[in-house]
Nanobody, 127 residues
Framework: VQLQASGGGLVQAGASLRLSCAAS????????MGWFRQAPGKEREFVATSRRSGGSTYYADSVKGRFTISRDSAKNTVYLQMNSLKSEDMAVYYC?????????????????????WGQGTLVTVSS
């Protein structure tokens, strides 16, 4: 599966932004899909995931209640709706798809559980 992330940009603190991750080659329904981010000088960190099995969603504590991950199977796209953005949300955001096997729950927050990655889209938040 190939992933193409888009939707990043420059916004003010408190604003909203929706990131998109368009998939090709396979349908997003075939995979557990996740979003990660990497700020300058920091390691890549988990943001959110939507499991293939049952579609359960999980979020990092830092974004819970502000971010929402969703899928549109008809468009073969996964979204990350980001509300009430903060300066600490500023990062390059990556979408990712896990391999054919659904990662166990304890592993969904680890980048190593995801085999396919998009190129990243930059989110800049001005205060």
């Amino acid at each position: 599966v190939q992933l193409q992330a888009s939707g990043g940009g420059l916004v003010q603190a408190g604003a909203s932004l929706r990131l998109s991750c368009a998939a090709s080659g396979r349908t997003v329904s075939s995979y557990t899909m996740g979003w990660f981010r990497q700020a300058p000088g920091k390691e890549r960190e988990f943001v959110a995931t939507s499991r293939r099995s049952g579609g359960s969603t999980y979020y990092a504590d830092s974004v819970k209640g502000r971010f929402t991950i969703s899928r549109d199977s008809a468009k073969n796209t996964v979204y990350l709706q980001m509300n009430s953005l903060k300066s600490e949300d500023m990062a390059v955001y990556y979408c990712a798809a896990a391999g054919p096997n659904t990662p166990i729950l304890s592993a969904i927050r680890f980048a190593a559980s995801y085999a396919y990655w998009g190129q990243g889209t930059l989110v800049t938040v001005s205060s």
